[in-house]
């Protein structure tokens, strides 16, 4: 018997542990069912308040969430942290011991509410409060058990570190702003990592009442509460009682500004192709952003009706995009101000011109100084004219080019085949729209993208190579993939060429680079282009109306190109040189043949030039239909069209257009002249009505200006080809 007992009282240990256990487990998995059917709410259940930001984190804009909320994520280690030792110690000193509630604090609490009949102190830890955000309750007993549970369930998911980042997230304070970034940046325009001690006292407490202390409209009350903060900062040991006493005095200062979004619709086309970020940081410079801002709000009043304007910076070696301007002004509706003309496409005007010349560079086709034929050509059906209605006879390529000659460059456009020019850029990832290639595409037959214009010229400063361009920082696509357009030969003869053109009627820069430029006016007068390439940077201009009106009197040359370098004045000095590749040789050259003297005998070399070649290779000059000449001779087509027209074999020396008549800044008074002759020199060997006059922006047909019809402010343009020249003056009664 007594066995049998103590058999009985040796087991009874082992059936309490398996009965505790069973116990257990049935708790676990009672817990996680409850977690399972009665799941933690999201936390950004009316998606995410999106904010996009500069490369250094400063706001350019931002976009509410669906219940109109406004809210900047940010994690622990972006907050001043001062402000976290004053929240904790304000609101959960044992914040990182509990289990999501403090059982001494909820007792306190009661003990409180039954001895004085209401609420003194709440006894919510600060995940309780993140609980109560996540899933709002009312103010009961039932409600707060239910807060308890969510509480516990929030530690049971996450780490304090997430807890504390949840609750610096979505703290009201105030208004549609949550979250202590958004409340720091609407307050004090200053992100929270740089809170001053009154600053963070401020915003520790007001989450308790948000409407009620707004310190925008009761600053009273805000600087009651705050001082509340204080003295319990004082209390723990954190403030010193001078500290105490200053800070206390000091009233609460507000630093608001209203300041208008920087690259609006840049940041629009980022949240829709990012709806569900919270932060977008782009690769922009804040700095260089609000300079080119406010250099368009100056350009604005010089543009027409209706018209719009849009810039792109790029740095070079990134491949960054350091500023991106979509539209004149974001606020204008009249001039179509919510069109991003960045992601228009546009015809192109004369813009792709120096990529049909470096391809013909590698294609071994031309050197710098071929021999070209500016005179009318029919190739294949397609007659091209120039802008002036004028031809130049024999031209070399680099002065074709630079001023911007239309047959020369379908001439050597017809030779390589439009198709294969085509194929070329589509193989660098540049995207044309047009349905089928042909030669018009060189004259700005075709669409393009004003940001697919800075992928292009940039090449030229980069070896020959095209790469997208990046608009966000810390890209997950980084690196990009290069694909090679030119050659480094080609796109440096290239770069070359188009550099030796001077800026337009305009203050030399303290800041000098070398820049390649070309400007482009689509057929129609309706684009207006400029696009300029430096060492490290390159510019994008487009200037127009969006919804594709002609607007008369506009030149890229007049209008592009002048805001152009006006943007490269923002950009700082360049801090590299583009270095000359071994394949570029100098060669001296021969006209009409085009082959090395070295090469030509003395009786056929006409002309000698100095030359930039591939390898050292001096191709022979083309006739206008493409093929070579087999002899040191004029091409046939060119020396008929010359003789025809009196004009020497060899062409003169072009000279830069001026004005010299009238001259900027000169005042003249109605009542004491009737009118000015206008005058230039540059044109002198030109027929005299080769210029072309501007008065306002609007052609004007003779060479005197009557003072009858202008007063104030009046802008005289003249152009010859794709130069023009500037002046100011001031007409009075």
């Not at 807060?147 to 208004?175: C, D, M, V």
């Not at 002048?562 to 590299?576: A, E, G, H, Y």
Request: charged share 20%.
């Amino acid at each position: 018997m007594s066995a049998i007992v103590m058999a009985i009282r040796a087991a009874q240990p082992l059936r309490t542990f398996r009965f505790a256990l069973c116990t257990g487990v049935l708790c676990l998995l009672l817990l996680q069912w409850l977690d399972w059917y009665y799941p933690l709410p999201v936390p950004y259940p009316n998606g995410p308040a999106t904010v996009v930001t500069s490369r250094d984190g400063q706001q350019l804009r931002s976009f509410s969430d669906a219940r109109g909320v406004h809210r900047y994520q940010v994690t622990v280690s972006d907050v001043d942290p001062f402000y976290l030792t004053a929240l904790l110690d304000y609101e959960d000193r044992w914040f990182y011991y509990h289990p999501g509630v403090n059982p001494f604090a909820l007792c306190r609490a009661l003990w409180q509410w039954l001895a004085y009949g209401r609420i003194i102190s709440g006894g919510s830890t600060l995940t309780m409060q993140v609980a109560r955000l996540l899933d709002p309750h009312e103010r009961s007993v039932v409600g707060k058990l239910k807060q308890i549970a969510r509480a516990l369930q929030l530690e049971w998911h996450y780490s304090k570190s997430e807890i504390l980042t949840l609750y610096l997230n979505l703290a009201p304070f105030g208004g549609n702003i949550e979250g202590v970034e958004a409340a720091s940046r609407r307050y004090f325009n200053k992100p929270a990592r740089s809170l001053s001690i009154n600053q963070s006292a401020l915003l520790v407490v007001l989450p308790q009442k948000p409407s009620y202390n707004r310190p925008d409209r009761y600053p009273e009350r805000a600087k009651a509460m705050r001082n509340k903060v204080l003295r319990r900062l004082a209390g723990s040991q954190l403030l010193s009682p001078e500290q105490l006493t200053l800070l206390s005095l000091e009233a609460v200062r507000l630093e608001q500004t209203m300041q208008a979004p920087l690259a609006p619709l840049l940041s629009r086309r980022l949240k829709r192709q990012h709806p569900g970020q919270h932060v977008i940081r782009t690769t922009l410079d804040y700095d260089l952003q609000q300079r080119l801002s406010q250099l368009l709000a100056n350009t604005k009043p010089r543009l027409t009706g209706k018209s719009s304007a849009a810039v792109l910076i790029v740095h070079n070696q990134r491949a960054e995009v350091l500023a991106y301007q979509g539209s004149v002004d974001f606020n204008d509706d009249s001039r179509f101000a919510h069109v991003d003309m960045i992601r228009a496409v546009r015809s192109p005007g004369s813009t792709l011109k120096p990529f049909i010349y470096g391809l013909g560079l590698d294609l071994g086709l031309i050197h710098s100084q071929s021999l070209m034929s500016d005179i009318p050509s029919n190739f294949d059906g397609y007659k091209p004219q120039n802008l002036t209605g004028r031809f130049s006879g024999a031209v070399s390529a680099t002065k074709a080019l630079q001023h911007s000659l239309n047959v020369p460059a379908i001439q050597l456009l017809h030779r390589m085949g439009a198709k294969r020019f085509e194929h070329q850029l589509r193989h660098a990832q540049v995207q044309l729209h047009h349905q089928d290639a042909n030669l018009a595409v060189g004259l700005g037959g075709t669409g393009i993208e004003l940001m697919e214009l800075a992928r292009l010229y940039r090449s030229l400063a980069s070896q020959g190579k095209v790469q997208d361009l990046s608009l966000v920082s810390d890209n997950p696509g980084y690196p990009r993939p290069e694909f090679s357009l030119l050659s480094p030969a080609a796109s440096w003869i290239t770069f070359d060429m188009l550099s030796q053109l001077s800026a337009p009627d305009r203050v030399v820069p303290s800041n000098r680079r070398k820049i390649a430029w070309k400007t482009g006016t689509s057929y129609g007068y309706r684009d207006f282009w400029s696009v300029g390439v430096s060492p490290d940077y390159t510019v994008a201009v487009w200037v127009g109306r969006p919804d594709a009106s002609p607007v008369v009197g506009y030149l890229g040359a007049t209008r592009a190109a002048p805001l152009m370098f006006d943007v490269f004045d923002l950009l700082p000095q360049d801090t590299r040189s583009l270095a000359k590749p071994a394949q570029v040789i100098s060669k001296q050259i021969c006209w009409p043949g085009g082959l090395a003297s070295d090469n030509t005998p003395a009786d056929v070399c006409h002309k000698q030039l100095q030359a930039y070649t591939l390898n050292g290779m001096t191709p022979p000059t083309m006739h206008s239909e493409g093929d070579f000449v087999t002899e040191s001779r004029w091409p046939a087509e060119l020396a008929t069209w010359l003789a025809s027209n009196n004009a020497p074999l060899l062409q003169r020396r072009e000279n830069q257009i001026r004005i010299t008549q009238p001259r900027s800044g000169q005042h003249y008074y109605r009542e004491q002249i009737s009118e000015l002759r206008l005058a230039v020199t540059g044109a002198e060997s030109m027929p005299s009505d080769a210029v072309r006059w501007y008065i306002n922006h609007v052609p004007h047909t003779d060479a005197t200006l009557s003072l009858s019809d202008y007063l104030g402010d009046v802008v005289i343009t003249a152009c010859l080809a794709e130069h023009c020249d500037q002046q100011h003056i001031v007409i009075h009664p």
